[in-house]
């Protein structure tokens, strides 16, 4: 495997000695623990803690900090960390309100994290779980909590994280994030696998010309292969079906992210941003703020996920306030 | 090739055309002219600019903005700006006490800068090019400024950025970034080539178990082909050249970057991270908050640089102080 590691059955302690090593004036964890903290807790408020799955760094270990995640219980490679290790990272983010627990929904992080929350609750700490889902491929409208946890998510961590910052209640932030995933769709294409760092293999395989669109962020099938097309095309196709989802509507201000899987470069992400935006403006959509760039990746998976995020003058408030972490910023 | 671009010969404005759209509260172009402007310039003090070729991003034009560059004139995918373009950037830069021009260490930019430098002065512009160069595999001890310009020139993009928005003189400025380069040395290691947008093709190859140290920017020869071996190994050999290439000596405090070329995952360049700050202390050298991500690229090509930069409790307030560009923050 053509990786620059130490040896796959290391790699998340050693990610996670680097990371503590070179942002400790951002980030703390107790070794051996697997909880990243952020260094300057808030003085009080709910916590925000999301346990995942490594492999897709910068989320969700470099947005733990001032204005996003107060902690973050780090799994192994593309797999839920354990009920325990979750229950570890709510009683640290536990200020005495509460925490809130984001849970992005796949398997795995969904049975783990409930069990989480069912121990937390028997030792009296309040928490609740917020179930994150946005991708459009996974399941049909109607359908929308069977859907995956994919790149919109981030308006989640963003905007919620802004809020707890300000001392917002465990209820005003669940239903905050409620209303910001329920007003979110994204959808994403493949061009080329990552290599797992389990198997040493491709995670999934495409002919040349082909793209896959509908990928999950574990290489999760997508719905339909087609040829490689011009930019244009490709964003098209992706950005009407986003557009006609929710729906998205005329007048309608939106929040956006053009994401890259890890190796697709950044000049084609922002031919990506050029290609939406003309998109967004002929249905009468507003982007507000884009951000564009590689935060939520399967390895070095190249391809790209755009997510829309219907937003409101109070919504752009939270998106502009300041954080303060290392890997998230605009 | 497969890349989500709309055709190669498009693919700089394009690019262009989606960063301006996309981050319009901070850069700004005219169509046409490919010179990125930030939004809000200065109110007075010393230009800085930099001409350099696009396919490298987010460097240059990701880091036009307060606290960084003024300018940044943008050529066609690995190729130097022509100079009447870097003379228009110089133009736009100059609030009337004169620009400094970064010229990274590679033929064509410093035939064309040093042309530009030309012009503008025989227009009565005053403009002081600072040549840039940092990697060590490029050429012997003794004869530094023969070396090419690779990710350590990053140092003088904040610190010099950071003395320009204080209003420094120009003098100042040059004495500042000769004292940076000299105390600054880099190396690459290469694990996988990119796909160069001109050809299609990948830019060089590699065996699947090799790795090539020393590698350029765009692809340039390396020094030493290797098998791949464990991310310690590989990162002392790096560190070590670079500490005895100076010398760094014990008790010295350095800035250091982690650099990835574009499809090396962040889990690795932590990994890379671990290993670099074991062997720094090994020998007695402090990290002062370091940087590590992707800045510097080469495509999605896979690969790590290391630089570091020795530095002063006045270099420190300078990587400290705040900027506000779209694609640089720690």
């Excluded at 808030?42 to 270990?61: F, R, T």
């Excluded at 984001?102 to 028997?122: F, K, P, Q, T, W």
């Excluded at 990928?215 to 930019?231: N, S």
Aim: charged share 25%; proline share 6%; net charge negative.
């Amino acid at each position: 495997m053509k990786k620059l590691i130490n040896h796959p059955n290391r790699l998340v302690e050693d990610m996670l000695e680097g990371y503590v090593a070179a942002y400790s004036d951002y980030i703390r964890y107790e070794p051996g623990s697997r909880v990243v903290l952020r260094c300057l807790p808030k003085k009080q408020g709910v916590g925000l803690v999301i346990g995942n799955g490594s492999g897709h760094e910068p989320i969700a270990m470099g947005w733990v900090g001032q204005g996003m995640l107060d902690a973050n219980a780090v799994g192994d490679i593309f797999t839920a960390p354990p009920p325990e290790l979750i229950l570890e990272a709510l009683r640290k983010a536990n200020l005495g309100q509460g925490c809130l627990l984001l849970i992005s929904n796949h398997a795995g992080d969904v049975l783990n994290g409930e069990l989480a929350v069912e121990m937390a609750r028997e030792e009296g700490l309040r928490v609740e779980p917020l179930l994150m889902y946005d991708d459009i491929a996974s399941a049909p409208k109607g359908r929308e909590s069977e859907r995956r946890g994919a790149p919109g998510t981030t308006f989640i961590y963003k905007l919620v994280g802004a809020r707890a910052e300000e001392g917002a209640s465990l209820r005003e932030l669940l239903e905050l994030g409620s209303l910001v995933r329920d007003s979110t769709r994204s959808l994403s294409v493949a061009i080329r696998p990552g290599i797992s760092p389990l198997t040493g293999e491709a995670m999934f395989t495409l002919a040349e010309d082909e793209i896959f669109i509908g990928m999950g962020v574990h290489g999760e099938a997508g719905f339909k292969r087609q040829k490689l097309a011009p930019a244009a095309e490709v964003v098209r196709t992706v950005t009407e079906a986003i557009l006609d989802d929710l729906p998205f509507r005329f007048g309608d201000e939106v929040l956006v992210l053009v994401n890259g899987a890890g190796a697709t470069t950044l000049g084609e992400l922002l031919v990506v941003y050029r290609e939406l935006d003309a998109v967004l403006k002929g249905r009468g959509v507003h982007p507000y703020k884009p951000l564009v760039g590689t935060y939520i990746t399967t390895q070095e998976m190249a391809g790209v996920s755009v997510a829309l995020c219907r937003t409101t003058p109070e919504l752009n408030r939270l998106w502009d306030s300041p954080c303060r972490v290392p890997f998230f910023g605009r």
